[in-house]
């Protein structure tokens, strides 16, 4: 493995960081998601260290217990949009023909409307209950995976290597999990790093049009929302939850950059 | 006559830190031309650039002296070097088509060096391009320029490129294999054209190649070189006939035998594979029109022609990777489906291919061991410790060590992994072995080894091969009939020996002609003839 | 390279057919019936059913599509229900509003980036292209809100330069104009010019890679000129389709910058328009940004293929 | 500490507490800032207004409007027949004086002579009789739950005007100053550029986005329509809302956020106005719909919800308890004996199982549309009412039509209610069976029949006595929980002269344009 450069590290730390907040965020927390300690907005005190937020509840608890929240659905967003998108991607890189014309044109009309719009009209057909804001993100977020899986399938498997697996009358399955999958690894984790970002904002994006995770449960985008006004006052409280969003996305985007680095082109199109 | 080009103890690392040339020192007269031979790794091309001040990929000069006509370039800031390239010394390329910008015009690359360097005037600039243009043999001088490079055949581009680096009459030409990439019948215009402008110009040339023929027909001296060390240095006459150390005593014996060669005489096999008729096109162009061959049991049928002439395309119709457009492929007289979609597992065992380039045929995430014993499991269901013993005996007959199985192809160099898809081939032990241009990429003496093996496999396994090439000395020592082919027509077929002796089919004459030797004389001799003829 | 372009259209033509008919499937999806939308309390079976044969809702949806696209094609884009008036009058004003804002933004955002981008690829790995980049990374992680809060309390509140409402009414003076809408403009240029910037780097840098760019290093010519004369022109594709995607961005993404800075765009009106399911409005708002977006790529595509030289000047 | 220094809130706010009690205005709690600068007034300037509480589906129709920005525009374009003064009392505007015949069931208006409109129409009484028709017989009006009342209006001469009621009722002028009631020319319906006689004549007008109306230059009213353009910028989101008017752009803005008030007043170059009066924000319960059609239900909701947590961190103490009935404490005929409703989760379990339930699930639908800090507040009562047993999830709607698509039509939502000058008028707007905005859809025949004998008598006493029974119907059976009163919060530019506190609404009384003026 290539030598970890410090950026790569701090991206790493970053991100180990958050995922222990996401899994042990809760226990962490000393209060509860709604305990109301005092007044809106009271400052920073040695049993709030991040002070009180817009309804008086500790900030950093929230912030903890919104960890899950937040990362919680732009991960699983992301796992379900690329379980998704990958297959298809690849299915329609090897089979080509009907299949890959399909699908790219099924993709690109959908890509056509903009993702807040469709996610917008989905979430008010079927209410923005977690399962609905996962899957339509997901779905929406899947057709940017496709086509990247799709090129990245057609580069590999106009290689020499596929073409005698092909040859030897491999089927489409095998193509994928040994010819295609190892090799497109490396910049498919970096798309996942840059998908998760993308949907961890673009949930953010939905809490501050207030039709994201409902409340009272706390997600990032949606505290920066509540506590906005604070920021005029020279408060605190927006900038907690804005610098998590921020933390967390440099850090990934770090990792993907050190992923990325070098090879600006995905793995087997330089031929 | 002075030194233009004096080298002293170089020293050049890449940015690992591996060391690339261990202290070189190198001499060159104004207008001599000195030859850089070796294979590759031997650090011919980066002493080359060096001696222009370039690193490529980060290398950089760690030690020693380049100096031009006593101006001492390691010495020079990268602004002091910038104004030396391309004015005093200038680098031909080999691959023309990636060194010509494609977004600009021939022209503009040309005057863009003189322009730069404000080495002459606007006008006399052109005046010099279109005379250079003249001198090598440029079709419709005065408009050549204007055309873009995806528009002009290779050898042109090539000729184009040089007439560029001579943009601003250097004292020095950095020649970096300029002929390597041009068929046989283009390499010996260009070679010869090369050659009458550096003597016209009094221009000094280092050229850069791993084929001593071609060298022996240009150099007044030649360097051997081996893993960035010296070997051998002397007038090309003695280092041509009389070698004094043992590597280069091997790169010669090696050319020797590849023109020479005696053929072979394959006796008796039913016939295996059976074309006729085949005709193919690309995006309704046609490459292929009404081939017809065959090859029978355990032989090997060659088939030799220039780039463009189809003979890959004919692997991919008779693998079933391409559908012909007319005809159709018999194997042990039982017609072969036209897409390999639709031919069954054992049918697609009968028929394996073997690539040109080695490190793109092997997945690089998978271990050796796993790219040859997933034929065994597909075809033979063999498992577990059976694959595994059957693997070991397969690498031990291509020659390699069996803990080779746990390695990944990146840890291999280029002849190995060539040896490990000749042994992903045997393992589905197949009837007929479609060898395209399989030596081509490797070096020489790599190269021959190769060869060597798969001769030494036909006679124990008795499989036939189809060996598409363009390197004659190739056929000579391997083929027991060859078939030449141009422009997707089978032009003569025939046992290797008649078709190599004349009388000569006048295409396959000129193919025959056209292959270097290993004597001074010889281009001088062939440009005789031809000017006679 | 003509036959290509055309080809180009008619499939962008093809895809925005196809966006039409997501669209109207979509807002089927919409629960809650268009006539007890309009009637809301007072609903009578009555009233309803004399009010769904008036808008022709019992037909075939199949029906109802082709007229929905017949009418958009002639401009005719149906009765707002919310408000009872005629779709256009709405949409049009804030669609120019939104795409003014775009158009400001990519005016100063476009060529900023693309030049940011081809100097840090220049000075690659130097301390400017380092710094660069970090502060790209930074504004590319911030969400827009955040972006827009920061600028509303430094650049309007403590020291008031710039509105922070973007308030912008018809007959408006062009600077008056401008100056109103500064602040959103800023934002959205923070995010997109580190897109831009970033990518643009890193398709020059692809093309700094190339044999030719090593030719004219050979050639004596120095940095600045090789990626003028030489990497420039080949890196013009991928930069096209990069600026393209992130224009569309700015016409479509900007909801959230419309509601901080309650400006009058297309985007939060369609939200607000999704929220009181105004079939008709969303269905025509959806098509304008759809179209806004295909329209948009097929430009993107178009310039690729006329800055690709190999076919510009065929053989 | 950060250089913006941050004075503990706690401090700020209870010194805020003993200001408002020492004033012990009786009917408004006074506002305080800058000292209200009382010289004459001085024309000119454009008046910039930062709103919330529109949207696109606003009209000026004064049948049909609803919400803060059409009521404020309206007043700018047109007049109404009464007006309310700042100390709660009937002040005359276009009916010039009345005098009600023995038994208040007749009573006889005399018509502002000398007005004219906007077209130059002289105001005749057929036109006054025309504004009032509209609230009459078949109509879709607010009003109508109050218009029932008028049997007849008849024109007696060219300045006077004879209204007959079904029955007595001394408030009648209260009830002719509700907001519905304005002027337009007889036989007028182009909503959508009404003419009226107010302060300003219409430019341009957006709905939900915009307004921009020009001065009246022979406005009748003395001392009013000082400024020379009053425009108004529809702000629904808070923060933004805040932001305009702390970076200048805007002169005033209404709705303050309860939470940051108390920040916002550091700031020396803005005054803030708070009006105590009738305003409450109200939890309502369909009682028409399961399970809130039992009254069990409905006690234990009321049960469960911490009123003092909620006014002290939703409100940060600008207002005051709610008993679940919407009659404020400043009102006359306000029911100081009904025992103050307590949080009291063990009591609320008491009337789950009566219900037959041991627990309950509800979806509470709010916005911030409701009130500044709506979402907030529901957040805060459902942590209470989970220690009771109920769980309320939280469902945020969009703030823009919020007022067409939830309030009435969702079983559980939250909302708000301006004040009303007399609780006969509170009572039969929203509480009466058959009025248009009985939002809890409570339908008590024994109340309809109380609420029309008050209204008809004169003796003070015994229309107590009755009004005190209707607030213990209300609260008792009632399907509104009203946990608390809250003040109206306005801030305004130092820029802005003239500016007073009002108990009815926001902005004046939603006369601010007419009556402010711009410091030089």
Redesign the interface.
């Given at each position: 493995m290539r030598r970890i450069p410090p950026t790569a590290w701090i991206g790493l730390a970053i991100i180990a960081l958050n995922l222990a907040a996401l899994l042990f965020g809760p226990l962490l927390a000393p209060y509860g998601e709604?305990?109301?300690l005092g007044?809106?907005?009271?400052?920073a005190t040695a049993l709030n260290w991040f002070g009180l937020d817009?309804?008086?509840r500790d900030m950093l608890s929230r912030l903890l217990y919104g960890a899950q929240m937040s990362i919680g659905v732009s991960l699983a967003a992301s796992l379900l949009s690329f379980s998704v998108g990958l297959p298809l991607g690849f299915l329609a890189a090897l089979r080509g023909g009907w299949v890959d014309t399909v699908l790219s044109?099924l993709v690109?009309?959908?890509?056509?409307?903009?993702v807040?719009?469709?996610a917008?009209?989905?979430l008010?057909?079927l209410?923005s209950s977690l399962p609905v804001l996962i899957v339509t993100i997901a779905l929406l977020d899947s057709t940017r995976v496709f086509r990247l899986a799709r090129i990245l399938g057609q580069g590999i498997n106009v290689?020499?290597?596929?073409?005698?697996?092909?040859?030897?009358?491999?089927g489409a399955w095998w193509l994928i999990r040994?010819?295609i999958l190892?090799?497109a690894?490396a910049p498919l984790i970096a798309e996942f790093g840059m998908r998760f970002?993308f949907t961890f904002?673009f949930v953010?994006?939905l809490s501050?049009?207030?039709?994201g995770i409902?409340?009272?449960y706390a997600d990032w985008?949606g505290m920066?929302?509540?506590n906005?006004?604070?920021?005029?006052?020279?408060?605190?409280a927006?900038l907690y939850p804005?610098a998590a969003?921020?933390l967390l996305?440099?850090g990934v985007?770090?990792v993907v950059?050190w992923l990325l680095a070098g090879r600006?082109?995905p793995q087997g199109e330089g031929? | 006559m002075s030194d233009i080009l004096t080298i002293r103890g170089l020293r050049i690392e890449a940015p690992n830190g591996a060391v690339l040339v261990h202290g070189i020192d190198l001499d060159l007269k104004k207008g001599e031309v000195l030859g850089l031979i070796g294979e590759s790794g031997a650090g011919k091309s980066t002493i080359g650039l060096a001696a222009m001040g370039w690193g490529r990929g980060g290398c950089r000069i760690a030690g020693g002296t380049v100096a031009i006509g006593g101006q001492e370039v390691t010495a020079e800031s990268p602004a002091g070097r910038a104004r030396l390239r391309g004015a005093r010394i200038a680098y031909v390329a080999q691959s023309a088509a990636a060194a010509f910008n494609p977004a600009l015009t021939i022209g503009r690359q040309v005057l863009e060096g003189p322009r730069h360097h404000r080495a002459m005037g606007k006008a006399e600039a052109r005046a010099w391009m279109l005379e250079l243009f003249r001198a090598l043999d440029l079709p419709d001088p005065d408009h050549f320029g204007d055309r873009y490079p995806h528009q002009v055949s290779g050898g042109q581009l090539q000729r184009a490129m040089v007439a560029m680096a001579m943009s601003c009459r250097p004292d020095i030409l950095v020649l970096d294999e300029p002929t390597t990439a041009l068929d046989v019948t283009t390499q010996i215009e260009v070679l010869a054209l090369l050659r009458r402008l550096i003597q016209r110009y009094g221009t000094a040339a280092l050229y850069i190649t791993h084929d001593l023929a071609v060298v022996a027909q240009i150099a007044d001296r030649i360097q051997v070189l081996r893993h960035g060390k010296p070997v051998e240095l002397g007038p090309t006459e003695q280092v041509l006939e009389a070698p004094r150390e043992d590597y280069t005593r091997r790169l010669v014996g090696e050319r020797q035998a590849s023109l020479a060669g005696e053929p072979r005489r394959h006796e008796g096999g039913a016939e295996l594979l059976a074309v006729d008729g085949i005709s193919a096109a690309y995006h309704k162009v046609p490459v292929l029109s009404d081939v017809s061959l065959s090859l029978r049991r355990g032989e090997t049928l060659a088939v030799v022609g220039e780039s463009g002439s189809g003979k890959s395309t004919l692997a991919r119709v008779i693998t079933g990777l391409l559908q012909p457009t007319a005809g159709s492929v018999r194997l042990d007289g039982q017609a072969l489906p036209a897409s390999y979609t639709a031919r069954g597992r054992d049918l697609l065992r009968r028929i394996q291919l073997v690539y040109q380039l080695p490190d793109v045929a092997l997945n690089p995430r998978q271990t050796v061991g796993e790219a040859i014993g997933r034929p065994l499991g597909f075809y033979f269901g063999l498992k577990g410790r059976e694959q595994k013993q059957e693997v070991g005996r397969l690498l031990g007959l291509i020659g390699l060590d069996p803990d080779f199985a746990g390695r990944l192809p990146g840890a291999l160099s280029g002849g190995q992994k060539q040896r490990v898809c000749i042994a992903r081939a045997l393992a589905a032990k197949p009837d007929l072995m479609i060898c395209d241009e399989v030596t081509s990429a490797l070096d020489p003496l790599v190269a021959e080894e190769i060869l060597r093996l798969l001769r030494r496999l036909q006679d124990e396994l008795g499989v036939a091969y189809l060996f598409i090439t363009h390197d004659l000395g190739v056929v000579r020592r391997l083929a027991d009939r060859t078939a030449v082919m141009q422009r997707g027509r089978v032009v003569e077929q025939g046992p290797t020996e008649e078709i190599f002796t004349p009388p000569f089919h006048d295409y396959t004459g000129r193919l025959v002609a056209s292959v270097p030797e290993l004597r001074r004389d010889w281009l001088d001799q062939v440009l005789a003839t031809r000017a006679t003829a | 390279m003509i036959p290509l372009i055309l080809k180009r259209i008619g499939l962008g033509l093809f895809t925005l057919w196809l966006v039409s008919v997501l669209v109207f499937a979509g807002t089927q999806l919409l629960p809650g019936d268009v006539a007890s939308a309009i009637l809301g309390q007072s609903a009578t079976p009555e009233a309803l059913a004399a009010l769904r044969h008036s808008l022709g809702l019992e037909q075939p949806a199949l029906v109802r599509y082709g007229q929905w696209l017949w009418g958009f094609v002639q401009g005719d884009l149906g009765q707002s229900l919310a408000s009872q008036q005629p779709v256009a009058d709405l949409l049009w004003p804030r669609f120019w509003n939104t795409m003014f804002l775009a158009a400001y933004a990519a005016v100063i955002g476009v060529p900023l980036a693309v030049g940011l981008g081809i100097l840090t690829a220049v000075r690659r790995g130097g301390v400017f292209d380092r710094a660069v980049n970090i502060l790209a990374l930074g504004t590319v992680s911030l969400p827009e809100y955040f972006l827009g809060l920061v600028l509303i309390l430094v650049l309007a509140v403590q020291n008031p330069v710039f509105p922070s409402l973007a308030d912008v009414y018809p007959g408006m003076g062009f600077a008056e104009r401008l100056d109103a809408t500064t602040l959103p403009m800023l934002t959205l240029l923070l995010v997109t010019v580190a897109q831009i910037m970033r990518m643009t780097r890193t398709a020059v840098l692809a093309v700094m890679d190339s044999a030719y760019v090593e030719t004219a290093y050979l050639k004596g010519l120095l940095t600045g000129r090789v990626v003028l004369r030489h990497a420039l022109p080949n890196a013009a594709a991928p930069v096209c389709n990069v600026v393209a995607f992130n224009i569309a961005y700015l016409i479509t993404g900007v909801v959230l910058v419309e509601a901080m800075f309650n400006y009058n765009g297309l985007g939060r009106f369609m939200v607000d328009a999704v929220a009181k399911r105004d079939l008709p409005m969303v269905q025509a708002c959806a098509m304008v940004f759809g179209a806004a977006y295909v329209i948009l790529n097929m430009i993107a595509d178009i310039a690729a293929i006329a800055l690709n030289p190999r076919l510009r000047h065929p053989r | 500490m950060t250089r913006w220094d941050l004075p503990s809130l706690e401090t700020t706010r209870r010194g805020l507490l003993l200001g408002a009690a020492g004033l012990g205005l009786a009917t408004a709690a006074g506002g305080f800032g800058r000292a209200f600068a009382q010289d004459t007034p001085r024309k000119g300037g454009v008046l910039k207004l930062g709103m919330g509480g529109g949207s696109t589906t606003d009209t000026l129709d004064p049948r049909v409007m609803t919400d803060w920005v059409p009521l404020n525009q309206a007043f700018m374009l047109m007049n109404g027949l009464v007006e309310i003064d700042r100390d709660n009392h009937a002040v005359p505007e276009l009916l010039e004086s009345w005098e009600a015949k023995p038994g208040a069931a007749e009573w006889v208006f005399a018509v502002r002579q000398g007005v004219t409109f906007h077209n130059g129409k002289a105001l005749t009484v057929e036109d006054v009789i025309y504004s009032i028709n509209l609230h009459r017989g078949e109509t879709s009006s607010a009003a109508r739950a109050i218009a029932q009342q008028i049997k007849d209006v008849r024109k007696l001469s060219d300045s006077q005007i004879a209204i007959e009621l079904t029955g007595g009722n001394a408030d009648l002028p209260y009830l002719l100053s509700d907001y519905h009631f304005l002027v337009v020319p007889e036989g007028f319906t182009d909503w959508s550029k009404p003419i009226g006689t107010g302060p300003f004549v219409f430019e341009s007008y957006e709905p939900g986005v915009r307004s921009r109306f020009t001065r009246n230059p022979n406005y009748w009213k003395a001392g009013c329509a000082n400024v020379d353009a009053v425009e108004v910028i529809v702000i629904n989101d808070v923060a933004a809302r805040t932001n305009a008017l702390m970076s200048g752009q805007v002169h005033a803005i209404n709705r303050l956020d309860f939470k940051t008030v108390d920040l916002l007043k550091r700031n020396p170059k803005l005054q803030i106005v708070q009006s105590a009066g009738g305003q409450h924000f109200t939890f309502l319960m369909d009682c028409t719909k399961a399970p809130f059609s039992d009254n069990n239900i409905r006690l234990a909701i009321k049960h469960a919800i911490d009123r003092e947590q909620l006014l002290k961190v939703a409100l940060r103490g600008y207002g005051q308890l709610g008993n679940d009935h919407p009659i404020p404490r400043t009102d006359r005929f306000f029911n100081s004996e009904l025992p103050q409703r307590a949080y009291d989760p063990e009591k609320a379990k008491y009337y789950l199982k009566q219900a037959g339930m041991s627990d309950l699930k509800v979806e509470l639908s709010t916005s911030d549309a409701a009130f500044g800090g709506a979402v907030d507040a529901a957040a805060i009562f459902r942590t209470a009412a989970a220690k009771a047993g109920i769980d309320v999830s939280i469902k945020r709607e969009s703030p823009d039509g919020y007022w067409d698509k939830v309030w009435m039509q969702a079983p559980f939502c939250m909302a708000y209610w301006g004040g009303r000058p007399t609780a006969d008028q509170m009572l039969s707007i929203a509480y009466a069976s058959d009025a248009k905005w009985n939002d809890t859809h409570w339908k008590n025949d024994q109340f309809d029949k109380l609420l029309l004998e008050a209204r008809g008598l004169l003796d003070d006493a015994k229309r107590k006595e009755i009004y005190w029974t209707l607030q213990e119907m209300i609260s008792n059976d009632g399907g509104a929980m009203i946990p608390m009163f809250g003040d109206y919060l306005d801030g305004v530019s130092t820029q802005v002269q003239g500016v007073t506190p009002h108990p009815m609404f926001n902005f004046m009384g939603g006369r601010l344009a007419e009556r402010v003026w711009l410091a030089a």
């Open positions: 709604e305990d109301i007044g809106p907005f009271d400052p817009q309804n008086g044109r690109d009309t959908i890509m056509c409307v903009p807040l719009i469709s917008l009209v989905v008010q057909a209410g290689m020499e290597y596929a073409e005698a697996a092909r040859l030897r009358g491999e040994k010819e190892p090799n690894a970002c904002l953010a994006g501050f049009l207030g039709l409902q409340p009272p985008g920066v929302k509540d906005q006004q604070g920021i005029l006052y020279g408060l605190y927006p804005a969003i921020a996305t440099i985007n770090l950059d600006t082109r031929r | - | - | -």
